[in-house]
């Protein structure tokens, strides 16, 4: 049984819909998917206890969640450290990323199934404009409460608010919030443009997903059933991925001719961003989780 949080008619949706139906023909419907949308197997935190007492559940999550767990984790979801999705796709990979893997199912019985599910950069959508971490001081940017969404959005120069995904347009229309932190697929879904001025292209967290289950459970498959669910899971995350960043522009375009404006990449002061996200790097102890994997891509540190 796999959940997640979303609705039937997201892209992520389908994917896993074609993950289970490809794992089903593969086994010759030996095993078997259920994906279920909207919370319906219920929170992230009850399902991920079930995961750790061994039952047959699967769950989409974070990287911010697993940093909970294994805090290198956290660092996949920190500013300006994943540029595209062809570092995703190394990552895949990855032995330093395989090693905390491994750490978090023999600590917590949650096996990685894969984290090639990726809703690419996130911009802020605001009623006051900016574009250095100097001009965004005090600008209350609505977040996830996750110690790496927190720390990522403040040290942009922004107030990190924590609300739910739910009041979002609300928090923003009644000024609880200046704006939020999206995807323009999902601001656009939400409908942002609808309460907020402005879109500022920080491109400051690009985002991917993981898919988790029990180890327990998955260690009692067949070695041949467990090669499977990994490679169709993958499939299905890097065609869906292809997919939202190829939809990303249209998303775009509706909201700018729904009248938000946009303060592009390029006029932005992307190096004092940068420059003032390492904060965030050393306030969560992910240095060194950062150089490793920054030399497995080949970037400098």
């Known amino acids: 049984m796999f959940g997640h949080t979303l609705t039937e008619q997201d892209p992520f949706h389908q994917a896993y819909e074609k993950w289970a139906a490809a794992v089903s023909e593969r086994t010759g419907g030996k095993l078997q998917i259920e994906v279920y949308a909207n919370s319906q197997l219920g929170v992230e935190e009850d399902v991920l206890e079930q995961m750790k007492q061994g039952t047959n559940v699967g ?74 971490p100097d001009e965004l001081k005090g600008m209350q ?75 327990d459970w998955y260690n009692e498959l067949p070695e041949e059933y467990q090669k499977i669910l990994i490679e169709e899971c993958d499939k299905a995350g890097l065609e869906v991925s292809e997919q939202m960043e190829r939809d990303t522009g249209a998303a775009k375009q509706a909201m700018l001719d729904a009248g938000l404006e946009c303060v592009p990449y390029e006029e932005m002061d992307i190096a004092a961003f940068k420059a003032a996200s390492e904060k965030a790097y050393q306030d969560l102890n992910l240095m060194d989780a950062r150089n490793a994997i920054f030399k497995e891509l080949g970037r400098e540190s």
């Open 59 to 132: 769950w989409q999550t974070d990287a911010a969640r697993l940093g909970n767990y294994v805090n290198e984790f956290s660092v996949l979801l920190a500013p300006y450290f994943l540029e595209n999705l062809d570092e995703v796709k190394k990552l895949l990979d990855s032995p330093t990323i395989a090693g905390w893997e491994k750490q978090l199912e023999e600590q917590h019985n949650i096996k990685v199934i894969s984290f090639a599910y990726v809703q690419g950069y996130r911009n802020i959508f605001s009623n006051k404009k900016g574009t250095s």
């Open 141 to 215: 940017i609505r977040t996830a409460g996750a110690p790496i969404w927190v720390g990522g959005v403040n040290s942009l120069g922004c107030t990190a608010v924590s609300l739910a995904y739910g009041e979002i347009y609300n928090g923003i229309q009644t000024k609880v919030v200046d704006g939020c932190e999206l995807p323009y697929i999902a601001a656009n879904s939400l409908k942002i443009q609808e309460v907020a001025k402005y879109v500022l292209e920080t491109q400051h967290f690009y985002q991917n997903n993981f898919m988790v289950c029990s180890a």
